[in-house]
Nanobody, 116 residues
Framework: QVQLVESGGGLVQPGGSLRLSCGAS????????MGWYRQAPGEERELVAS???????NYADSVKGRFTISRDNAKNTVYLQMNSLKPEDTAVYYC??????????WGKGTLVTVSS
């Protein structure tokens, strides 16, 4: 059974930092990429950052220079380091794994709230 489990969300003041983690297990097929998406209230889910198996990264324009996606293969974990957080970064953040066959697995999400 595939599981993606996010952690690290919480309440942070504007300008602060958080690091999200996504532990992956049970994925039997090759991973094309892993990514972080977010969904704010009343908004559609959007891609925040992705990391291919070859190590290429892609970021939403709104987070470039502030967020960094990385992975620890030994721990089957993907991270999202978020710096200089803004109130508009408030959302539920979801971990995603895209595998061979273009199938997507999703975590249940972790809430990030940026507020003073």
């Amino acid at each position: 059974q595939v599981q993606l489990v996010e952690s690290g969300g919480g309440l942070v003041q504007p300008g602060g930092s958080l690091r999200l983690s996504c532990g992956a297990s049970g994925i039997r097929f090759g991973i094309n990429y892993m990514g972080w998406y977010r969904q704010a209230p009343g908004e559609e889910r959007e891609l925040v950052a992705s990391l291919t198996s070859a190590g290429s990264t892609n970021y939403a324009d709104s987070v470039k220079g502030r967020f960094t996606i990385s992975r620890d293969n030994a721990k089957n974990t993907v991270y999202l380091q978020m710096n200089s957080l803004k109130p508009e970064d408030t959302a539920v953040y979801y971990c995603n794994a895209n595998v061979v066959g273009n199938y997507n697995y999703w975590g249940k999400g972790t809430l990030v709230t940026v507020s003073s």
